[in-house]
């Protein structure tokens, strides 16, 4: 659908560039222009549907870096997920998908799922089947015999079975390599959330075969000596990187030079139910948690936005809460809508098509009222989204929209 929307401001830039009273013009999937509302309309047939909204925002569709399709976030969705049957879950999958794009993300990397699943979905979605975000998708985590998500069907033990499971990964159709380095408390047998899972060099195994099939890895490491082992490996992204130890956290100078120093960009996924985390724990003393992940940015490792959607309490309409941590840690808003925008797609590796309003890329766009760059919350009222060309309208939001009976 070719369309043309006004807004009051229209974000061109990173890092907070916009102009006032802007104009993006999609047509066939694609934004053919994008700059001041006058320029912009003058070029547009004048058939072409249009929608003005004087008082609202126009930025990038959002990225949410770190989602679990196949986890309903219940207070125990690896129950959910082992009474369900595929054709369940891919329906339950589908739902949750929805969530995401009518809250605004319009790109979401899934790090783990069931049978491919989210790759079946992924390609649903693409063909316009099911209302959904553009789904990169991880297939099964590899991660050691009985270890965290064995559930999911990527246990392996040795070299070759590492190297077999990232080929068959790969074959399936996996974006992304996912490998869990340490254990984690999804997982209540196996290893501690702290322990590592695997070598250095079953890691460095791990990349090798993901780069000579030309995919990226993201390697979930809680401990630290796990996360300095996949930093060594050379992964792409680090999930959580929350530095634990045996009773403690060492979070290592050295370690984050070399994070930053590879670019290596660091995905927290906190969990949009991160103040219930801090008000359980108390706030000082979550405060030295919550610390590290602005020390590492202080050291100059790039992070990006992800919720663990999924999991307990870390629901699919609210990357919004996760982005509210950043705030909380005095991260300034553009910032953050960078760490979800600009900076998610380049970790991603789809920074040439999205992640940017520009001529030429992918029509992913958020239209919300107010302004973000003033108050973050505004994120929150959406008035419409597209994810590559296709609208997705909040139902509070259909009596709104000015100039369409979407």
Known sequence: MDLLVMAGRVLTEPGGGYVEDGAVFVQGGRIAAVGHRAEVEAAVPQDVRRI?????????????????????????????????????????????????????????????????????????????????????????????????????????????????????????????????????????????????????????????????????????????????????????????????????????????????????????????????????????????LFARVRWMAEQGVSLIAGTDAGVPRADFDNLVGSLEFFRYLGFPEARIIDMATVDAARALGIAEETGRLAAGYRADLLVVDGDPLAELEALRDVRLVLAGGRPHVPENALTRLTGTDA
């Open 52 to 288: 003005s909204l004087p008082d609202a925002t126009v930025l990038p569709g959002l990225i949410d870096c770190h989602v679990h399709l196949a986890f309903d976030a219940s207070a125990d969705p690896v129950g959910a997920l082992k009474e369900s049957d595929d054709t369940g879950l891919l329906l339950g999958m589908a739902k949750r998908a929805g969530q995401l794009v009518r809250s605004g993300v319009t790109t979401a990397r899934d790090l783990g799922d069931r049978g491919g699943l989210a790759m079946r979905l992924r390609d649903a979605i693409a063909r316009g089947d099911v209302p959904g975000p553009r789904v990169l998708a991880a297939g099964r985590p590899l991660t050691v015999p009985g270890g965290h998500c064995w559930f999911l069907g990527g246990e392996v033990e040795g070299e070759e079975a590492i190297r077999e499971m990232v080929r068959r990964n790969a074959a399936e159709g996996a974006d992304v390599i996912k490998v869990m380095a340490t254990g984690g408390g999804l997982t209540k047998s196996g290893h501690a959330t702290w322990e590592s899972q695997f070598t250095e060099d079953e890691l460095r195994v791990v990349v090798a075969e993901a780069r000579a099939l030309g995919l990226p890895v993201a390697a979930h490491a809680h401990g630290t000596e796990g996360i300095a082992a996949a930093v060594a490996a050379g992964v792409n992204t680090i999930e959580h990187c929350t530095w634990m130890t045996d009773g403690g956290f060492d979070a290592r100078e050295d370690v984050v030079a070399d994070i930053a120093a590879k670019g290596i960009q660091v995905c927290p996924a906190a969990s949009p139910n991160w103040r219930a985390f801090a008000e359980r724990f108390g706030y000082e003393r979550a405060d030295v």
